[in-house]
């Protein structure tokens, strides 16, 4: 009986308990985002450390495919706005900001410090002086090479220092001597071509200039443009044949199995290639070489971003996550298990990941600035007509002419000066 | 008979011929043919740079890998979510419609004909803006429904072209026949003329089915997530991540194509008889 | 039946004046669900697309659920005029149209090739016909793999007859003729089924009489056989061209337009404009949608025009 009675009790207490766990009603944030699933593991982990740091409130993630993720934002937004979307600083976020659907949270950056702990991207978060993201990743682009290909080319590896321009178009005739490109990319998504563009251009004219350009500042047919192209010109021939009919993971395929020597890429590659049968053993790092002596080096790193909209119905405790986001603790967890760099000056990296290690001194001692990318720091429909400038360029050096007046038409339409 | 019958010719042309035409098929569907091998090749035969030799096993696994490892199934399940009910809409729709322009000489019948007609033609582009936006506005972006709402509206021009054409073939005295008996016109539709329409139904049923399901442009435009794109749209986001899988790829297109293939080959007669329509007179 | 005789007998004139009105009515409501369906969406949103054409709107409305768009007359169509883009598109449909008319000459050889009665052709047919049946998702990833660099069929075959690859997506002077290739297969397909058809019905007696007085081969076919397949030349024209200007999915699928812009065509470029990546230009969308409709109407017209003459001789 007694027995009885307590099992009872006890059920009862279950049952008020859950009920009135229930009727406490958590406060709710709605996040949508368009996660990979690794990352989308490390932001599940991210949320639930924010959930136990504050139980009463309830975040629902909603995970999008990344290319249904940029038609369904411009929707939700007007239609079903939730509290969080994620979406890229710079250029990217302008259009959403202009038709109000984006919050501004100068707020959060300034109470919690951010202009000094993510210092690095505040001009990118930044629109008409007030802030509109909140940064908490990026990853450093730069050369990956394969040292398989040197020793069969029988070329010297590079050493920590990098090599010369000059030495590197030297490298490329032994290369293709070797019947190994020199460089490889797949052009069918046209933005590997502006990462080649954007290093040369940084290099031969520096951080100023590039963004100049994509802000269609700076004339296609002036000398500085002119001389860019001219070095693009000279890595042309190395280039992997048939770019424009493969996808980047194709020509990746062609840099594991040593068909290629260098890939200019962002540090997410790193995983395709040792998915390829790489490892750190054979697997290199450079930064890309000097060009123009004297210019201080930039690099491009384009970072992610979460915003507050402004249809959120809880924009309270989405602050609160927000700002949670931005700590250096929170984002050197998310890092960690993605494989990439936080934003947050006070956070760590795993000093064991080489690559990581590299892009994070690459990027602290980029003394020029840090670029977010051609088709983020540009304009969408400026960015898409340059890629095609970009890409027929490299299949077609002989429209130079073409191709500039072409460019310029466009800027001359798009910026009316 | 056009061209002379090859019985009629020297057995030596006989022979030719006969050799002619698997030797024509063969290379006409060749690459179909490449595509359903390499949906079954294993992949290491791929990553060795074995395309076209012999495949080192037969790998249903791809099939497996597809169905367990991906959305597909999901997605076939979505694109019957938007055909069945087209189908049905269209018909329902274009039956009534025909039934009203081939029956009844009003003065407007050849303007909306003609208006049907000319709609079914139009480009799918001059559409796309406002009937995107208009789903989106009516909550019903990315359903089975916004996109079958649409599909049903469109096919609608094509189905009322045939069903009319067809009931003007019927028997009109049989019509005449009903009114002069006081049949109210609701019912001539309904037990008179409905009845004879089962060709009909039948052979647009086929055709819508295999339009709407090799549908992609609207599927693209009204759609977005695994919850309601169709096969083809899905096929294409797959697409973009199985780069450089071509087993994956192929095994995916052969399943694709698979149900309009076997409605095809069930229903040749009447698939053929709807395509055909106004090719003879 | 009794009842309704009674009804008749006790008051003719209103019964008969209610079925002439129910013969009045009657069409309308057996058109309304349709009619109604198909001015919603087809109708009316041609409309919009015209008046969007007008606009400058990048597809948001804000917070209130304003429209955003601004008024901007025929600034669209004059920057049409001067965007090189739009000249490929348009070149390209150019090409598109009159490469596919080759889908006729090929689909009535191959209908003259199968129009016999050996055993098997049934199947024959059918398999001849099978590309058309699957959906142009599928065709596209067919031919993209037939291409394919290094690997794919074709690009073997150049290999070994010239000593040099040729990877035809790649190269922008080819890619439209490769793909309008992938296009042209489920093409002749179909008008290969529509000829058949049409064979089929050819009057037997002329034939025989034609091959009495000599007539074969080539002048059989042009002066005999030809006229009596015009129903079928012409339906053949219609969709053919009809699927030169729909050619969306193929470019979509295989090359997305590229390499740099080189085998977009209208209907795609309109898609990326308004929808695609570089978008948010709804009525610069509208305004090439509005072209590409124009050109349709030419030939929309020619068949309504036929149509009419055939409905009045009637």
Known sequence: MVHKKAGALALAAALMLSTSAFAQDKRVVTWNADYDPIPLAATEALIADFEAANPEIDVQLTNFDHEGYKNAIRNFLTADPPDL??????????????????????????????TESLASSVLSSTIDGKQYAIPY?????????????????????????????ADFLANCEKFKAAGIDCVTTGSVAKWPVAGIFDYLSLRTNGYQFHADLAGGKISWTSPEARAVFAEFGKLQPFVTENHAAIDWQDAAAIFTQGKAAHYVMGNFAVGVFKEGGMTNDNLGFMVFPEITPGIARAEEAPTDTVHLTSGAQNPDDAKLLLAYIASAEAQTKWNAAVGQLPTNSGSTVDAADPFLSAGFASLSSATGGIAQFWDRDADAEYASLGMDGFQQFLVQPEELEAILERLEQARLRLFPQ | MFPRPIQQSSTGAQWLYSIALPVALLLWLFPLLGVALTSLRPASDLAQGNYFGMPSGI???????????????????????????????????????????????????????????AGNFVPFQILMVPVRDMTLQLGMYDTWYGLALFHIAFQTGFCTLFMRNFIKALPFELIEAARVEGVTEWRIFWYIVLPLMRPAIAALSVLVFTFIWNDFFWATVLTQGVDSQPITAGLSSLNGQWIAQWHLVSAGSILAALPPVAMFFLMQ????????????? | MANATDTVAAAPMPRAASRWNQRKLAPWLFLAPGLFMFAVYVLWPIVQSISLSFYDWN?????????????????????????????????????????????LPIGLFLSIFLNQTVRGIRLYKSLFFFPFVISQVVVGLIFAWFYAPNFGLFYLLTEWITGDGTAILADPDLVTYGIIAAGLWPQIAYVMILYLTGLNNVAPDQIEAARLDGAKGWK?????????????????????????????????????????GSSRVLSFYMYEMALGEIGLRMGYGAAIAVVLFAIMMIFISGFIWKMWRDETQR
């Open chain 1, 137 to 165: 990743t990026y990853y450093q682009w730069g050369i990956y090479y394969n040292r398989d290909a040197y020793a069969a080319a029988g070329v010297t590896p590079p050493g920590p220092e990098g090599v010369s321009w």
């Open chain 3, 220 to 260: 059989m076919l042009w002066y005999v056989v030809l006229p009596q397949l015009r129903p079928a030349t012409f339906i053949a024209v219609i969709v053919t061209v009809i699927g030169a200007l729909r050619s969306f999915d193929l470019v979509s699928i295989m090359t997305s337009g590229g390499p740099f």
């Open chain 3, 59 to 103: 597809g948001l409305y804000n917070r209130d659920g304003e429209f955003t768009g601004r008024f901007i007359g025929l600034q669209n169509y004059r920057e049409l005029g001067t965007d090189p883009a739009f000249e490929v598109s348009l070149w390209n449909n150019l090409k598109w149209l009159v490469l596919y008319m080759l889908a």
């Open chain 2, 269 to 281: 007669k009447h698939f053929i008889a709807g395509l055909t329509l106004g090719a003879v007179k």
């Open chain 2, 59 to 117: 790998a249903w696994e791809n099939y497996i890998y597809i169905f367990t490892e991906t959305p597909i199934g999901q997605y076939m399940v979505n694109s019957l979510w938007v055909t069945i009910p087209t189908v049905i809409g269209a018909v329902s729709l274009s039956l009534m419609t025909g039934f009203a322009l081939a029956v009844y000489g009003f003065r407007a019948n050849i303007l909306v004909f003609f208006m049907f007609v």
């Open chain 1, 85 to 114: 979307a994620n979406w890229y600083a710079a250029n990217r976020m302008r259009p959403f900001v202009e038709a109000g659907l984006f919050a501004d949270i100068s707020d959060v950056w300034a109470n919690n410090g951010l």
